[in-house]
């Protein structure tokens, strides 16, 4: 069976923001959730549920909406699977709380933002790998208050709207329906008096500094996740993570192909023609001599083994490529010039068009 759109399916445009999704997934979820429906129309609703769930799941998720516009439903490799970042059970307590009762009072853990970083590294480092330090801003809590947004505990009231809840509970026929309490935001408290130091934000944005290793093989565009290195998670939730978008400067020598490194390295014609030994660089900043055959033409490669780049995913490292130019002199002194016409001579080489030549024989055609 063919899937419907994701977007078609919560019938929201494609530059749909999260809060436009949000706000579609709950209208279409309270009117096909299947404990709402009769008999009859149950399982027609459960599939519904079920295809709306899995379009939230997957639009709400920043890097699997970005997956999912370039590659459609296959992702590029074989198709989604599942739902959001912690599967269909978080998207059924994210959304379906705030009005089917599944928070029975207090405030709900959540997980922590993820911080996405760019780190522009040498070419070496990343070629061989290094230990570096982050300075990576996040909001920390509050040393003052310790995130209690409050001057001090005698400043924290419980809220008299919903009694410390952080919930309102209404009943609507069959169903029992918990609202936020609007009073003290779902915390259950209010703050008679704000902390001097964070103004009852119960965060302050600081840098804290992290060592991060960056493996050897890593390139342009490779991610590096640091595991709860992200923003801190509310109400004890966990943190996120820290995602460390890597950039390579260039070198002036060298590029990279795949796992091999390429470097061009200039000859003279003799060079080429009789043979010769070369000096070539590597990245290590250590010459090597490499022998050169006769006849050498130009762009030939050679390949020095092992010299390359460690694979990133694999045990296996790469070669030096090594392209010679042949180098052909702009001035010749006149020693120089007589021998090359000498060689010229030899080899038969005509360096002047003959008057019988191909010129001539074209005008004759036209006389």
């Known amino acids: 069976m063919v899937k419907r759109d994701y977007y078609e399916v919560l019938g929201v445009e494609r530059n749909a923001t999260e809060e436009d999704l949000k706000k579609s997934y709950r209208k279409l979820a309270r009117q096909f959730h299947p404990d709402t429906c009769g008999d009859q129309e149950k399982k027609v609703a459960e599939e519904k ?25 296959t992702d590029g490799a074989g198709g989604f699977e599942g739902f959001g970042r912690g599967g269909f059970g978080d998207i059924f307590n994210d959304i379906f709380d705030d009005f089917f009762g599944g928070r029975q009072g207090g405030r709900r853990t959540a997980r922590g933002s993820d911080i996405e970083y760019n780190l522009t590294i040498a070419f070496e480092d990343a070629v061989y790998g290094k230990e570096v330090k982050l300075n990576v801003p996040r909001w920390e809590t509050c040393p003052d208050c310790q995130g209690s947004g409050a001057k001090s505990a005698e400043h924290i009231k419980t809220c008299p709207g919903c009694k410390g809840a952080g919930q309102l509970r209404f009943q609507q026929g ?147 490529l090594v392209r010679v130019k042949v180098q052909i002199p702009g001035q010749l002194t006149p020693k120089q010039k007589e021998l090359l016409e000498e060689y010229a001579t030899i080899s038969g080489e005509l360096l002047d068009v003959p008057s019988d030549g191909i010129l001539d024989k074209m005008k004759n055609m036209f006389d």
Request: hydrophobic share 35%; with cysteine; glycine share 12%.
């Open 174 to 320: 069959f169903f029992t329906i918990n609202k936020t309490c609007g009073r003290c935001q779902g915390t259950g408290q209010l703050i008679t008096t704000l902390c001097a130091n964070c103004r009852g934000a119960r965060q302050l944005r600081k840098e804290r500094v992290l060592s991060a290793h960056i493996p050897p093989g890593v390139e342009t565009g490779t991610m590096l996740r640091l595991a709860q290195e992200g923003e801190k998670g509310e109400n004890g939730g966990p943190p996120g993570d820290l995602f460390i978008q890597i950039g390579v400067s260039p070198h002036p020598t060298f590029t990279r192909k795949g796992n091999d490194l390429v470097c061009e390295v200039p000859i003279g014609f003799a060079a080429a023609a009789l043979g010769a030994k070369i000096k070539v660089p590597t990245l290590k900043s250590e010459e090597m001599v490499i022998k050169i055959p006769p006849g050498t033409q130009h762009d030939k490669i050679f390949r020095i083994k092992g010299l390359g780049v460690r694979s990133l995913r694999e045990n296996v490292t790469g070669d030096q």
């Open 49 to 73: 549920f079920k295809e709306i769930s899995e379009a939230y799941a997957i639009l709400s998720d920043q890097e699997k909406r970005r997956r999912y516009d370039t590659f459609g439903h």
